[in-house]
């Protein structure tokens, strides 16, 4: 099913389901506990934020979600559907953007995001593209090879991409990282305004609290594989007696909660 005709089936019980459930999910590589025994479970239309220092485990989070790496043990469900097992079920309502991964360079906007809307087999996609190139502002290089676009204008064109196919949910991995403080803020409102008017849910892994605290109305803090804290920004920031992400971030990097070191709580 793409997200062009989502609304015409019935709900099932699979639709009134979490949009993303994770039961004791862990990953070892070699010697590496990349994700160590996480649970959670996100309500459809909520966005959260994933946060956690270089190496916590929340690439490795996103990857098990969209069924791209294997679990060692545990449970990832999205949508009501077992992933990987029942991925076809779902992997046309969900989509993912990261600007780390880059589109065919020598081909242009307009012919990779055919290419993606194919794969996604969205109808009237010549509209879906004329649509999105006005939304996000492409039109003045739509048709320019995408190897040819400045940092900026490749962020767009990805965000473009994960929102092809009208997805239920939508997987960010540091959306807004190359864009200048102007164009974050506007790709924010952005992703704000879909996520309002689909009740799509949004899990976004940032690096940037000020981001965070705008948009997310939950924080999952991953340490070392684990979840050290699941709450709103504001419960977290209270518990920490802190008045920003940036500083709770910095507690839980140095290990401290009000300014005491672990182990003294
Ligand atoms: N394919 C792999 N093989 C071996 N180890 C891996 C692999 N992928 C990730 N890891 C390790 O797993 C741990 C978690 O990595 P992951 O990329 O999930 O962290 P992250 O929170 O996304 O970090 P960053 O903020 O730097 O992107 C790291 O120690 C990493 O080196």
Redesign the pocket.
């Known amino acids: 099913m793409t997200g062009n005709d989502k609304a015409s089936s019935p709900p099932t019980v699979a639709d009134r389901s979490a949009a993303i459930e994770v039961d004791h999910l862990v ?1 070892v ?2 010697q ?1 506990r ?2 160590d025994d996480i649970s959670f479970s996100l309500p459809r239309g909520s966005i959260t934020g994933l946060l ?12 098990m979600i969209m069924g791209l ?1 294997l679990p060692t043990s545990g449970r990832v469900q999205v949508l009501g559907h077992r992933m990987p097992e029942e991925s076809a079920a779902v992997l046309g309502r969900m989509n993912f953007e990261s600007p780390y991964v880059d589109m065919p360079m020598r081909l242009t906007v307009r012919q990779n995001l055919t290419i993606f809307g194919k794969l996604y087999a969205v109808k009237n996609l010549s509209d879906r593209i004329a649509e999105l190139a006005e939304d996000l502002d492409l039109t003045e290089f739509v048709d320019r090879a995408n190897g040819k676009l400045s940092a900026g204008q490749k962020t767009r064109v990805a965000l473009a991409k994960a929102l092809i196919n009208q997805p239920e949910l939508l997987l960010l ?2 959306p807004t990282a190359s864009l200048d403080p102007d164009t974050a803020d506007w790709v924010r409102g952005h992703m704000e305004r879909y996520r309002k008017a689909n009740n799509a849910t949004i899990l976004l ?1 940032s ?1 940037n609290m000020l981001e965070v605290e705008r948009l997310c109305d939950r924080v999952i803090i ?1 340490k070392r ?1 684990r979840v050290e804290d699941d709450d709103t920004p504001e419960a977290i920031m209270a518990r920490y007696n802190r008045t920003t992400l940036e500083e709770v971030f910095l507690d839980v990097a140095r290990g401290r909660v009000n300014g005491v070191k672990e182990g003294v709580r």
Do not use: L
Request: aromatic share 4%; glycine share 20%; proline share 0%.
């Open positions: 990953k590589y070699k590496t990349a994700v956690g220092g270089n190496g916590a485990g929340k690439t490795t989070t996103i990857a790496v991995d540091e892994a690096h991953m594989g």
